[in-house]
Structures are given as structure tokens and as C-alpha cells.
């Protein structure tokens, strides 16, 4: 087994973390569960609801995680939206994110081949932008690319909160064990799971331990969020993927480092 009993960090939410170390297993590492996250709805879903009410209005539904998929199609369904509007495109930023949509009933017309909100841009382009209207359900601390770049080129954009990235209640016990046995690897699938584990270590201890630590990034923005705060990152995979961030985890051992 590639990780040879290697103690991989896993700081996805609670109600997700599995899918990750289920994949740590396979490889023959041990998963350290310490959620940092605890996703949420909105304090106010009134701004979500309005533009459910009028999903028809619209010539694209984008969704740039698995998780604004999974918390959009929750409140479709809450409000009674079975059936989803026969004239309304929808795009994901990755596999991930499709397959969540389709495992909910949404068919997806367009996968972004490069799964960051640059990549679903580029997907976009060829379709055509100027003058169509795109509803993005995201993260309330939800990065402004894509909703940029589309009014760039005469997109009209809404964006809409559809679930926030709460601070998840910390386990004191599994805190003080990873502080004082750093494991093998940190991974991290987003910026909010890093900067929230420096809010519930504290920079200090966070510092110490991840010093001792390799640090994994699911992908390129999140590893920007490390970086700013002078963090190294040794791994981060070519495709944005939780198996990609795990098979890129694998390959850094392989290579004897």
C-alpha cells in the first residue's frame, strides 16, 4: 500500500469527510478526522428562494462546487421544484460537482475541463456569453472571478448565496494530539478549511505543526490562501480532485520525499 500507515489530516466537514478518508484507507494511510468546516445555509434564505421562484428567467445555472450543487438542489426541493426548466443550461466546474447534479436529477450540458472558476469561464466563451443570463448559486465567501469575467463580456450575472462555510465546533482532544504528533500530511479541499484550522488551533500552534507537516492543496486557489499566510505547499495535483489530491499525495511518498 503507497502510504504505508502515513497519518493524512482530513479537515473536510463532518457530513463529508468520508469520501476523502475512505481514499486515505485505500492507499493504505490513516486518516486523522478534525473537521474545520460546518457548512450551512444562509442566515437569509430570502435572496435564494426569489431567484429559485424565477429559475426560468435564466439561460445558465453555473455551479462551481459540489457543495453549492448539493445545498442549491436542497432548497429547489424544499420549495416544491421537482421538475428542473427544459430551457435552463446548467454548467459544473468539475466531475465532482456534475456528478451530484445528475445524482439529484439535474442534467449538466457542460463539465469545465479545468475545474477552477477560470476554467468554466474559458468552458463558457464558445457558447456564447454577451447578453445571456447566468444564476450562480455559491459559498457566501464565494470568490468574484467568474461573475466578473462573465460581465466582461456582456453576461448578465446573479449571484446568490446558497450555503455559508461555518467554523466547525473543535475537538479538543484531537487538537491537542495533531499539535503535539503533527501528522504525515494537512490536506485541505478549500481556503475555508485552512484558514479555520488556524482559528481553532491558533496561529502559533497551527504554525508549529504544520512546519511539521507536508501540506496538500486540492488545487491552485487554495494553495494561493496558504501561501498569503507564508505556508509552504509541497503537493497539489494537476486536476482538482479529492482522488487527484489523493493519488498526488500517493506520488510525493512514491518519489522517497
Known amino acids: 500500500m503507497g502510504l504505508s500507515g502515513k497519518r493524512i489530516l482530513v479537515t473536510r466537514s463532518e457530513d463529508q469527510n468520508e469520501e476523502f ?5 485505500r492507499a493504505g494511510g490513516v486518516p486523522v ?3 474545520t468546516i460546518r457548512l450551512v445555509p444562509p442566515d437569509d434564505c430570502g435572496p435564494l428562494d ?11 445555472a453555473l455551479f462551481t462546487s459540489a457543495n453549492a450543487a448539493r445545498f442549491f438542489r436542497d432548497r429547489t426541493s424544499r420549495l416544491g421544484l421537482v421538475s428542473w426548466p427544459a430551457e435552463l443550461r446548467v ?6 460537482t456534475t456528478r451530484e447534479l445528475e445524482s439529484r436529477g439535474v442534467r449538466v450540458f457542460l463539465t469545465a475541463e479545468r475545474h477552477t472558476a477560470e476554467g468554466l469561464f474559458e468552458a463558457l466563451r464558445p457558447q456564447g456569453i454577451a447578453g445571456r443570463r447566468f444564476l450562480i448559486p455559491r459559498a457566501k465567501e464565494g470568490r468574484d472571478v467568474l461573475p466578473d469575467a462573465l460581465r466582461g463580456e456582456g453576461g448578465q450575472v446573479v449571484s446568490v448565496v446558497a450555503y455559508m462555510n461555518g467554523l466547525a465546533e473543535k475537538d479538543e482532544d ?5 499539535v503535539a504528533v503533527p501528522p504525515d500530511v494537512c490536506a485541505f479541499a478549500s481556503p475555508s478549511s485552512f484558514l479555520n484550522l488556524l482559528l481553532l488551533l491558533g496561529e502559533e500552534d497551527a504554525r508549529e505543526m504544520l512546519s511539521a507537516s507536508r501540506i496538500a492543496a486540492i488545487g491552485e ?10 505556508f509552504r505547499v509541497d503537493i497539489v495535483p494537476e486536476t482538482y480532485t479529492l482522488k487527484a489530491l489523493m493519488d ?7 518519489d522517497g520525499r
Request: without cysteine; hydrophobic residues 55%.
Open 21 to 25: 478518508a475512505a481514499l486515505v484507507r
Open 33 to 35: 478526522l478534525f473537521p
Open 50 to 60: 426569489r431567484e429559485i421562484g424565477r429559475l426560468s428567467s435564466f439561460d445558465w
Open 91 to 96: 454548467a459544473s466546474v468539475g466531475p465532482g
Open 174 to 178: 484531537m487538537a491537542a494530539e495533531i
Open 221 to 230: 486557489v487554495t494553495a494561493q490562501a496558504i501561501r498569503a499566510r507564508d
Open 248 to 254: 498526488a499525495i500517493e506520488a510525493h511518498f512514491a
